[in-house]
């Protein structure tokens, strides 16, 4: 008899304590889908930077082109990307101009495979298995860098911008 009942309290005792985790695990999970529902202070601070570097960009410039760039948000003032055009970065909050090339990182092509592969005019290996690649017609140096950006054979290519807001010798004089 005493064998009984010692199981019984044994019984008792083992499922009263998984109900009891179970109540905590349900608590823990419940607090921690508010936590996700309430922004942090760091996100809230995020979303406030956000506004703030939105609320300092030029009403005229929100009325022009975004567009992603080297994984990067600019405002562009024309909506097709040549050699020269203007671009505003929205992180950096600087403008650049694009110089109408593109660099490329790739270990499967070298310079005369780029070259007839994208039909450039020009092909210059800058570092090992890195190339500067110059299209044929400067207006479509950004479709070049589209095509390289979704090309599986190419590591990584970035259209390459100047931030440096100096004028060509030329436009000097």
């Known amino acids: ?12 005792t083992v499922s009263g304590c998984n109900v009891e ?4 695990e349900q608590i823990s999970k419940d607090s921690q ?6 922004p942090s202070p760091q996100q809230s601070a995020l979303v406030q930077d956000a506004s703030e570097i939105i609320d300092r960009i030029p009403s005229d410039k929100l009325s022009k082109y975004p567009i992603t760039i080297n994984g990067e948000k600019y ?6 990307l040549t050699k020269g055009s203007k671009v505003f970065n ?3 909050r600087e403008y650049g101009t694009i110089k109408g090339s593109v660099v490329v990182v790739t270990n499967a092509l070298n310079q005369t495979s780029l070259k007839q592969h994208f039909n ?15 299209p ?3 207006a479509k140096v950004y479709s070049l860098y589209q095509s390289l950006v979704s090309d599986n ?21």
Do not use: C, P
């Open 33 to 38: 889908s508010k936590e996700m529902k309430t």
């Open 90 to 92: 929205l992180l950096m």
């Open 120 to 134: 450039l005019a020009s092909v210059v290996e800058i570092a090992k298995h890195t190339y500067r690649l110059y």
């Open 1 to 12: 008899m005493k064998i009984k009942v010692l199981l019984v309290a044994m019984l008792v």
């Open 153 to 173: 054979v190419i590591e990584r290519s970035e259209l390459e911008i100047d931030f440096s807001g100096e004028t060509s010798s030329a436009e000097k004089y």
């Open 75 to 80: 405002i562009a003032e024309t909506a097709q």
């Open 21 to 24: 985790n179970a109540n905590r």
């Open 136 to 138: 044929k017609d400067d």
